[in-house]
């Protein structure tokens, strides 16, 4: 995340369309959040390049700044607007500073009035808008967005229970997005030639008591089969090599057109296509990992043994009243099974902590569960309060300072854990995919294996190349690992 201290980093597009012979429009963005934000990003950037204009990495070369900013959590709301009042700080003649994305949907009314150098703002379901907004006349064929009519069953009652509704959000217009981008919407990878995300559905229906991205994304609407199998091949026939499956909650695609088992058919379509050779999925839903779904990642080399399964806490009372179900013994025969069906697996999880009535005694089951369940990866993030969402009425909010306290004991104990896990992968052999020179040194290169998914997990540095091997970046090379830290690990190219 970034730090209201730090220069704000612009987006560096992999490849920024066709030249132009009349001026151009310099446009820099700036993505916060997370990677289904930046894919929005690169939609954007796409429209916009298709359109004419030029993608720059330098605020001070741009003639539009565009900021897709992120909602989820206040910290994630105050790190946009110090984003916002640092891009306004450049707004010189002639310069436009455009708004996008989260933020909008919650304070669209409010941005304007209170931040007057924003020139315009793009709310998530309208992202053609971001032409307009930045002066930018559409191209003649640019392909109007895909408007996406299904729902479940579930989000129709949850709907009608209120769960999307923004009344009492001063500054939100009352309409819920809609849109989701398809094959044909021309998009800039804002990730290295060499991986992407591909986002599969947007929004979300379920009812966390601690989220507001329902009322922000809109009900569930998964994008197209054949569309997000287009979207892969065409990825794939400009270098791409890996793909991760992303929305709100992979776990449900299609169910909204009567798919069953839709992400476990996506996978086994995806994984054949010859040139990709890892594909993967995050934010699964707990009771939404089925047998066929882990049947599937087992019989396919291609589909990394790798799932993300965001729990959110284990004490049963604690989850009843974050209204996500589930507890302990549920997610421990869950692990099981996907150990069995999965040998060898790679598990990643995240905590809340410190949720509003979370007693010491609640506390104390989520570390033992943590303990026994020995996670591969595992974020805790401590709870914060978001107006407008059911837990921000909840009593018995627990102190920051304990919520930090529970926090850092959490990952503590990760920590313990993952030095272990660690320890038992040295001299094992690995696919390594090579990401070039690493931040750290210049010395090391660096790079993932399938058990590392991108930005999230830690890092593997190589420090040992054969002399007869020219090391690429994109590549992907066999590697023994040969030392390992509590989250890194180092390897050498065999
Ligand atoms: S599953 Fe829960 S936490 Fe995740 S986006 Fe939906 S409502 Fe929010």
Request: hydrophobic content about 35%; some cysteine; aromatic content about 6%.
């Amino acid at each position: 995340m970034h730090d209201s201290n730090t220069p704000v980093a612009l987006v560096e597009p992999e490849n920024s369309g066709p030249a132009q012979d009349r001026p151009v429009k310099k446009v820099g963005f700036v993505s916060l959040g997370c990677p289904k934000n930046l894919v929005d990003s690169e939609v954007m950037m796409g429209m916009l390049s298709h359109a004419g204009a030029k993608l720059t990495p330098r605020a001070e070369d741009a003639d539009v700044i565009v900021v897709n900013t992120c909602s989820f959590i206040d910290s994630a709301q105050q790190e946009s607007v110090n984003t916002i009042l640092e891009m306004a700080k450049l707004k010189g003649e002639g310069r436009t500073l455009v708004v996008a994305g989260c933020l909008v949907e919650r304070f669209r009314n409010e941005i304007q009035k209170n931040i007057p150098e924003v020139d315009a703002v793009v709310g998530t379901g309208e992202l053609e808008k971001i032409l307009s907004a930045a002066g930018i006349a559409p191209a003649p064929d640019t392909t109007s967005p895909f408007k996406i009519l299904t729902s479940r069953p579930e989000g129709d009652l949850r709907a009608s229970q209120g769960r999307f509704s923004r009344e009492v959000w001063d500054g939100a217009i009352a309409d819920l997005p809609n849109y989701l981008y398809d094959e044909n919407t021309p998009r800039i990878l804002a990730t290295p030639g060499h991986t992407a995300y591909i986002k599969i559905a947007e929004g979300c229906d379920h009812p966390c008591t601690f989220c507001i991205i329902p009322q922000l994304r809109g009900q569930f609407r998964s994008r197209r089969f054949e569309s997000v199998v287009a979207e892969g091949e065409r990825l794939s026939r400009t270098g791409v090599r890996e793909i991760t499956l992303i929305g709100q909650d992979t776990t449900c695609y299609g169910e909204d057109f009567g798919l069953k088992d839709g992400l476990a058919l996506l996978l086994e379509k995806l994984a054949q296509i010859q040139e990709l050779r890892w594909i993967r999925f995050l934010y699964a839903y707990p009771n939404k990992i089925t047998g066929k779904l882990l049947e599937t990642i087992a019989a396919h080399e291609k589909i990394c043994s790798y799932i993300d399964v965001p729990l959110q806490h284990a004490s049963p009372t604690a989850l009843k009243r974050m209204k996500r179900g589930g507890g302990a013994d549920v997610f421990l025969r869950m692990i099981e099974k996907i150990r069995r069906i999965i040998p060898g697996v790679t598990l990643r999880t995240s905590f809340i902590v410190g949720f509003p009535g979370e007693t010491e005694h609640e506390f104390e089951e989520l570390c033992d569960f943590v303990r026994e369940a020995k996670f591969d990866w595992m974020g805790a993030f401590g709870y914060s309060d978001q107006d407008g969402a059911a837990a921000f009425s909840l009593e018995h909010k627990v102190p920051a300072r304990e919520i930090e306290r529970r926090r850092k004991r959490l990952m503590q104990i990760q920590r313990q854990i993952s030095r272990k896990q660690r320890k038992h992968l040295v001299g094992t052999t690995h696919d390594l995919l090579l990401e070039g020179t690493s931040e750290e040194s210049d010395l090391l290169l660096e790079g993932r294996t399938a058990m590392h998914a991108p930005e999230i997990d830690g890092k593997v540095f190589v420090n040992d190349v054969p002399e007869d091997k020219n090391a690429q970046p994109g590549q992907f090379y066999r590697c023994e690992i040969v030392e390992a830290h509590d989250y890194d690990l180092v390897a050498r190219i065999l």
